[in-house]
């Protein structure tokens, strides 16, 4: 737990900065919260239940805002004339990032940090911290596109106890477009971009719906993507996770 301890302190020691800095300033807004739920099961010739869970906080203050993400999977499946149910899944995945607000116009100095932990990647955590520039590239009525991008550093262990520790740029982009008051599209896309041909690069995106039922409660399709530049051993660079879930805004 070394990587993560590090990433912990390394927001602490930033946090700490700001708020000696001057008095905390008077939130705009108090708090958002996004949970969502899924669960699937199936019976037949394949058994298989699956659950997903994600958490997103959102701060936004004054001079700063801040954005805390948690996203979980966990698949237990069992196949025709087998005897035992076996886990197919386990992915844990952590993320802040918190901006420092330059101006009125959406832009900002951001640090960030991740936590990956995938038991059938072949690795035991893949986590990075970097900081950068943020800023929003359009705004109309219906629709937004904002992005950050900055140099930061990676280190990962796999599961024989390999270290790799490498220098990453990581970029994100976020498009938002409301097709109606009832209906979202959302495209998120990231990467940690290893400066080293030879090094592994991560990215993940997400494709995502969302429906309003009745008001705060909404269903979400989404589609999300896993891809790693080098696998390890027998491991596919790509994985991919479709899922219809509920979600409950605060």
């Known amino acids: 737990m070394k990587p993560l301890r590090t990433v912990v302190l390394a927001f602490g020691a930033y946090f700490a900065?700001?708020?000696?800095?001057?008095?905390?300033?008077?939130?705009?807004?108090?708090?958002?919260?996004?949970?969502?739920?899924?669960?699937?099961?199936?019976?037949?010739?394949?058994?298989?239940?699956?659950?997903?869970?994600?958490?997103?906080?959102?701060?936004?203050?004054?001079?700063?805002?801040?954005?805390?993400?948690?996203?979980?999977?966990?698949?237990?499946?069992?196949?025709?004339?087998?005897?035992?149910?076996?886990?197919?899944?386990?992915?844990?995945?952590?993320?802040?990032?918190?901006?420092?607000?330059?101006?009125?116009?959406n832009s900002s100095v951001f640090v960030y940090g991740s936590y990956t932990d995938d038991r059938f990647s072949g690795y035991e955590y893949q986590n990075t911290i970097s900081v950068g520039y943020s800023g929003r590239i359009f705004e109309d009525e219906s629709s937004f596109l904002d992005y950050s991008a900055g140099p930061g550093y990676s280190f990962s262990q796999?599961?024989?106890?390999?270290?790799?520790?490498?220098?990453?740029?990581?970029?994100?982009?976020?498009?938002?477009?409301?097709?109606?008051?009832?209906?979202?599209?959302?495209?998120?896309?990231s990467t940690d971009a290893a400066l080293e041909s030879n090094k592994n690069s991560t990215s993940k995106s997400e494709t995502s719906v969302r429906v309003k039922l009745i008001g705060n409660l909404h269903m979400k399709a989404a589609y999300s993507l896993t891809h790693n530049s080098i696998a390890l051993e027998d491991k596919k660079k790509t994985d991919g996770t479709a899922s219809v879930i509920f979600s409950y805004t605060f």
């Open 158 to 189: 796999t599961d024989e106890g390999e270290e790799d520790k490498i220098a990453i740029v990581h970029v994100e982009l976020q498009y938002k477009y409301e097709i109606n008051p009832n209906v979202t599209f959302q495209q998120g896309i």
């Open 17 to 105: 900065t700001l708020s000696y800095a001057e008095e905390p300033p008077a939130p705009l807004e108090p708090l958002s919260l996004e949970l969502e739920l899924g669960l699937i099961s199936i019976t037949g010739n394949t058994e298989s239940s699956a659950l997903r869970t994600k958490a997103t906080i959102k701060q936004d203050f004054k001079e700063w805002k801040a954005k805390y993400q948690g996203d979980f999977l966990y698949k237990r499946s069992k196949n025709e004339g087998e005897s035992e149910t076996k886990t197919t899944a386990h992915k844990t995945f952590l993320s802040a990032q918190s901006d420092y607000k330059l101006s009125e116009e």
